[in-house]
């Protein structure tokens, strides 16, 4: 195959829908806006590490992307390379499994920190994926289909995230003793990660180069100074993300302020992510379309918007049904990020290395999401939760206004790159 076609890509695009909804049912199981802090804080975690966990998360995936964005340039079997990163995501979600599952942790004053361990490792795995998952994407796909290609594929994450949302509240409403019953969807979680990681062995790419170039950490340096310092729209865009990150401190948030407020049963985290799901596939597969006709950072302000709205409605909640808006909202919010994040991502590299901008995002942020998580875990600590929903709508407002006014659509024209001897291209 010299190179990909229109048949290749729709190839992929199946495959990928398969994938995608195996991912999404066993990620059902360890969601970070509801299971993970909800399962910290019974566990007996410090309210301060259970709401931290998305923005966690976030800090945790930035941590080796710069690094295996460096070391993985002169991949030349993409596809292999996926799968093997892959490997550190599945044995780390079976010892998970393992150890809630037979272990009697119940009987451990610090089972929570266990679990924390499990964690980090967990946010760790992902971000060595993300870099070399997208360039493979990339050469899994066609540019000018991207869009559709993401918005179904996530369309169908939030519809295995649906239906494993109906196993989760059945699991965590039966007879299995705490904390066995999540050991369990661990194990469900490892199950589906491991189909849908075998999946891509049926993808088709294209070829890596015959005459390979082969580019030094010294090459990648100088790039990375090009991209951060020459390229003035991408820069804009960081700048907007700042703010965006108080998204991450609310997700962990929510679940935590509302269970206080309303006192609900654990096993409701099986209904908030029912709800996420739908609202997050249905907005991914709009946004997806909208965004290749219209450009991608009118979905991604879809994306800011739907979070402002969670703060409100968490902040004027008075019954259990505001509590489903808030997390549907979330789930609105993170189904338009995910194929805008990664389309604009696709949109600024144009014909420069995907994985260096990838990982440069997350890195440049990762300061910023400590802040936010230090700042509003102080204030929760002092029991000011309206303080720090303030303090959260505000950033993210804020954030909108910079998208809107500062950032140029990079699809409505070729991104330039000043370079440091003084030329663009």
């Given amino acids: 195959m010299t190179e990909l076609t229109l048949a290749d890509h729709n190839h992929n695009l199946r ?116 870099p070399i998952w997208a360039e493979f994407l990339n050469k899994a796909t066609l540019r000018s289909e991207r869009g559709r290609f993401f918005g179904i594929g996530f369309a169908f994450n939030s519809l295995g995230s649906f239906v494993g949302g109906f196993a989760l509240r059945s699991l965590l409403s039966s007879n299995v003793p705490f904390p ?120 991604m302000m879809v994306a800011y918007v739907s979070h402002f709205l969670a703060v409100v409605l968490a902040i004027f909640a008075q019954n259990m049904v505001w509590v489903y808006g808030i997390f549907m909202a979330i789930g609105a919010g993170q189904g338009a990020f995910m194929p805008s994040a990664m389309n604009l991502v696709y949109d600024f590299a144009e014909d420069r290395d995907t994985k260096t901008y990838m990982a440069l995002i997350d890195s440049f942020l990762a300061p910023f999401v400590v802040v936010f998580i230090l700042g509003i875990g102080i204030l929760i600590g002092q029991g000011a939760y309206m303080i720090a929903l303030s303090i959260l709508g505000g950033s993210l407002f804020l954030g909108m206004l910079l998208l809107q006014f500062l950032v140029r659509d990079p699809q409505h024209g070729k991104e330039s790159v000043i370079y440091v001897d003084g030329f663009s291209s």
């Fill in 180 to 299: 066995h019953n999540f050991g369990i969807g661990f194990f469900i979680l490892f199950a589906s990660l491991t189909i849908g990681t075998f999946l891509f062995l049926f993808y088709r790419t294209q070829p890596a180069p015959e005459i390979p170039v082969n580019k030094t950490l010294k090459d990648f340096i100088k790039d990375a100074k090009q991209i951060m310092w020459g390229h003035k729209n991408f820069q804009k865009y960081l700048f907007s993300r700042i703010f965006y990150c108080a998204s991450l401190p609310g997700m962990g948030l929510y679940a935590i302020y509302c269970q206080d407020k309303f006192n609900f049963d654990i096993s409701e985290v099986g209904i908030f992510t029912m709800l996420n799901v739908v609202a997050s596939g249905t907005t991914s597969y709009l946004v997806g379309k909208t965004g290749d006709k219209w450009g991608h950072k009118s979905s």
């Fill in 15 to 130: 495959y990928n829908i398969f994938h995608e909804f195996f991912w999404g049912f066993g990620v059902a199981f360890h969601t970070i806006y509801a299971v993970i802090p909800l399962f910290l804080r019974t566990l007996g975690a410090p309210e301060s590490i259970a709401m931290s966990s998305a923005g966690l998360f976030s800090i945790l995936i930035a941590l080796p992307m710069l690094i295996i964005a460096a070391l993985g340039r002169n991949i030349r079997n993409i596809k292999r390379a996926v799968i093997l990163v892959h490997c550190a995501i599945l044995a780390v979600s079976f010892l998970m499994g393992f150890t809630f599952t037979y272990f009697k942790l119940e009987t451990f004053s610090s089972a929570w920190m266990v679990y924390f361990i499990y964690f980090l490792l967990y946010g760790l795995a992902i971000g060595i994926i993300i």
